[in-house]
């Protein structure tokens, strides 16, 4: 069974940091692509950063500067530290784990959600 586990979430004033962590279970997770995405109240979930499973990274340009995404894989962990953090990055951070899979006759999509970790951001 799949498990992504995302701690880290905590009530910061604005300009403060945070550093979420996402523990992965029940997958090769060297592998995978993994993820944050956020969604604020009111708002449709938005990506945030991604790293792939060879270590390279893409952020959204609304934390580009700020946010740094890394993994160890021999922790089966992925962080995401936030720096210099704004009331708008307030929202619910979600972890992903992505790939690709070919089963012999087609590819498959392998996409896993954490239940996410609050993250507050106070003016």
């Known amino acids: 069974q799949v498990q992504l586990v995302e701690s880290g979430g905590n009530l910061v004033q604005a300009g403060g940091s945070l550093r979420l962590s996402c523990a992965a279970s029940?997958?090769?997770?060297?592998?995978?692509?993994m993820g944050w995405y956020r969604q604020a109240p009111g708002k449709q979930r938005e990506w945030v950063a991604k790293i792939t499973s060879a270590g390279a990274t893409n952020y959204a340009d609304s934390v580009k500067g700020r946010y740094t995404i890394s993994r160890d894989n021999a922790k089966n962990t992925v962080y995401l530290q936030m720096n210099s953090l704004k009331p708008d990055d307030t929202a619910v951070y979600y972890c992903t784990a992505a790939a690709v899979r070919w089963d012999g006759k087609t590819f498959r999509d392998y996409n896993y959600w954490g239940q996410g970790t609050q993250v507050t951001v106070s003016s």
């Open positions: 029940g997958i090769i997770f060297s592998t995978y692509n």
